[in-house]
C-alpha cells in the first residue's frame, strides 16, 4: 500500500482508466460478436448496419489508445471480407 500522497493517487487513477479501457474492451468485442451474429445468420441489411455501427466502435478505440491503429486496420479489413464473402 503507497504512503505517499502522489502514490496513493496514481492507485487511484490507474484503477479508473483499467476500468475504462476494460469497459472499452469489451464494448468491442461485443460488436465484433454482434457483426459475427449478423453475417451467420444472412441478414444482409443487419449486417451492413452492424458492420458500421462496429467499424465506428474500432475507431473511437483506437482515439482511446485501447488498440493499434493498425489492430484496428485489421480487424476492420476481416468484418469488410466477412461481409462481403457472405
Known amino acids: ?8 493517487k496514481r492507485v487511484k487513477i490507474t484503477e479508473k482508466k483499467t476500468a475504462q479501457n476494460r469497459e472499452w474492451k469489451d464494448r468491442l468485442k461485443n460488436a465484433i460478436k454482434d457483426m459475427e451474429k449478423a453475417v451467420e445468420a444472412g441478414d444482409k441489411e443487419a449486417a451492413a448496419e452492424q458492420l458500421k455501427e462496429t467499424k465506428k466502435v474500432i475507431d473511437k ?6 488498440i493499434h491503429k493498425n489492430n ?6 476481416r468484418l469488410t471480407k466477412m461481409y462481403n464473402n457472405m
Not at 500500500?1 to 496513493?8: E, G, L, Q, R, T
Not at 478505440?61 to 485501447?66: F, K, L, P
Open 61 to 66: 478505440a483506437v482515439t482511446r489508445n485501447i
Open 1 to 8: 500500500m503507497p504512503i505517499i500522497k502522489s502514490a496513493k
Open 72 to 77: 484496428a486496420a485489421r480487424k476492420k479489413s
